[in-house]
Structure formats: C-alpha cells, structure tokens
C-alpha cells in the first residue's frame, strides 16, 4: 500500500517557509494557553496587581512560547520549519533571555522571593525541550507540572507574595491542580495526535457497530475528534482566564 501524503505536524500549522515558520514555531494555541495558566493563577490572589500580571505574561510568553518552543524545535524539529539553526538559537536565547530580564527586575522591585521561581524557570525551559539529563524531565508529569502548575503557582505568587488566608490558599491550590490537569489532558490528546500526524506512514481498518454500521477507519477520523478537543480547550482555557481577570481588575 502506498504511503499516505504526509499531513501538517499540528492542526495550527501552517505550510514551512518564511514567516510562517516563525508563526509555527510559536506554537499559537498553545502558547496562548499557557499564559492563560498564569492570568488564572493570579485572578486567584488576595490582591491583583496588572503591571504585575503583565509583566508575568510578558515573561511567561518569552520563555514558554518564544524560548523553549524554539529549543524543541531544535530538538528533532517537530514541526518541520525550515529555520536555521542560528536562527532558532538566537530566538531561544532572547526568548529566555528577555524574561530572564523580566524576572531581575521582579526580584529587585517587587520581591526576592521570586528568586527560586526564576531559578526553576530558567532550569526546566532546556531541561525539558533539549531532553537534558537523559530525558529525566521530559515527561508528561514535568510538561504539566511546568507549563500548567507552576505557570499559575508564579501568577498567584508575584500578585500575592503569600498566603493571606485559608480561603487564599485553598483557591491558589484549587487553580494550581487545575492547571496542571488541564495541561495533562493537552497532552493525553497531543500525544496520540501527534503520532498519527507526524509518524504514521498509513492506516487503514474498520468500525463495525452493533446495528451493523460499518466505518472506515483512516487518518483524518482518527485525527479530527483529537484535534477539537485540543482547538475546543485552547480557546476555552484563555477565556476562563480573560473572564477570572476582568472580575478582579
């Protein structure tokens, strides 16, 4: 059986070439969602600062969404982009540079206990996409617990600076496991799809049903309910976070 055309690595993915790449390697939905984690986890505070929020989305978008998308891409280059190397090296730098940047002026004008999340940061970014230290992080457990936990604990935190009440705590607890579960249930969808997008040659079966209906099994309607899933919730997610800001601002 021939091989199937080879369809576009993600669902947002454009066609390979110029600026396009630049948009791909961004990975839109996704990053978009992630800083959503850090508007939800500091809706969540006792008191809500915007410059604060701002500047912890700001960061967030330069480190998750420019910095260690570019790192990924150079591991393997998933999504195909014809970006050199040079160049994908250069934008993970200035991603992760910038909110490195950020977090500096964090520490100096806001608090010195935004040290250890600068740290982290700054730490699992090339851990987890380089697959630093033999994969160790590069799990499903690290990407949820970085990009979905840890991104609300910081939106919380650099609005809160600590726990002002029982009610808090439960709050910013409650949207911290949200977080992370929903970047779980990113990735139980993303994985399978991006199996059959980016590694699948061909496939081919049958559904028989009960009252004798019969479906072909191909590709396309394997891919389509995973992908609106995943277009469904990176929707929802920022406007959940859009909403939670917009009561509290």
Partial sequence: MAAERSPRPAFYALAPGG????????????????VANVALGAAVAAHVYPIRV??????????????????DELNGRPLGTQLSRGTLIAMA???LGGALVIGVVGVIVISPTLIPFILFGAFIA???????????????????????????????WVNALGV?????????????????????VQRALSTPVRELRRRTLSLSGEQRLADGTVRVLDRASLTAPLDAGLRRLSVA???????????RL
């Avoid at 960061?59 to 570019?70: P, R, S």
């Avoid at 002002?164 to 779980?184: D, K, W």
Wanted: proline share 4%.
């Fill in 19 to 34: 600026a396009r790449d630049v948009v791909n390697v961004l990975h839109p939905p996704y990053t978009l969602w992630h």
């Fill in 54 to 71: 701002a500047a912890a989305v700001a960061a967030f978008f330069l480190a998750v969404g420019v910095g260690a998308h570019c790192l």
């Fill in 93 to 95: 730098v200035g991603g």
């Fill in 126 to 156: 090339p851990a987890y996409n380089l697959e630093l230290f033999g994969g160790r992080f590069h799990t499903d457990f690290w990407l949820a617990a970085s990009w979905g936990g840890f991104s609300a604990l910081t939106g919380w």
């Fill in 164 to 184: 002002h009440s029982v009610r808090e705590g439960f709050a910013a607890a409650a949207v911290v496991v949200a977080c992370y579960t929903l970047t779980r």
């Fill in 237 to 247: 997610v920022p406007l959940l976070a859009v909403a939670a800001l917009v009561l």
